[in-house]
């Protein structure tokens, strides 16, 4: 396609730059100004392309490792996580000195947990594709959430001082 080597979707709008995505299911979204010629795209598209092909593969790789499941699956893997979940906030808020206002399980797609202004935490099912280790990271970066409504130093003090290996656990949710 004109010298670029995947398909994309054209976005234009009331913006002044150019961007590029590549979405979960690996679509190509170029995000351009009203009136921007397709050259100035296209010159764009091309001096990105490495940026793109890398971002493709990754997005390949992860749908490869957690494949989207079928509806008996999707039922075990939430059944697992209402099983699961709740304990280990209790245990790691036990240690934490903290106790969320609700813990709830959702379907969310882009993130694995989730703490509300009212400190109320919720984990999204797909978290249970990833090992224990990994659940249990989400489950105290939530919490601590709880304490520092941000990812400053000092929510991350907080984590190490219950998880010293959380950068390992973490890398377990990029795989």
Not at 61 to 79: D, G, V
Not at 118 to 123: A, D, I, M, T
Request: net charge positive; proline share 7%; aromatic share 8%.
């Amino acid at each position: 396609m004109n010298g670029f080597p995947a398909e994309y979707i054209l976005k234009r709008s009331k913006r002044k730059t150019l961007a590029v995505e590549v979405t979960r299911a690996g679509e190509v979204i170029v995000r351009a100004p009203l009136r921007m010629p397709e050259r100035e795209i296209l010159r764009f598209l091309r001096e990105q392309r490495q940026w793109v092909e890398a971002h493709i593969t990754l997005q390949k790789q992860r749908e490869a490792a957690h494949p989207t499941p079928n509806a008996e699956e999707e039922a075990r893997l939430k059944a697992l996580a209402k099983e699961t979940i709740p304990p280990r906030v209790a245990h790691y808020g036990n240690i934490m000195g903290l106790i969320p206002t609700s813990v709830k399980i959702t379907s969310a797609k882009t993130r694995f947990g989730s703490c509300s202004v009212k400190n109320g935490l919720c984990f999204s099912w797909r978290l249970m594709q990833y090992p224990p280790e990994a659940v249990d990271y989400v489950v105290v970066h939530e919490l601590a959430h709880i304490v520092h409504k941000n990812h400053g130093n000092a929510f991350y003090a907080l984590i190490r001082s219950v998880l010293p290996d959380y950068p390992a656990r973490r890398a377990l949710l990029r795989k």
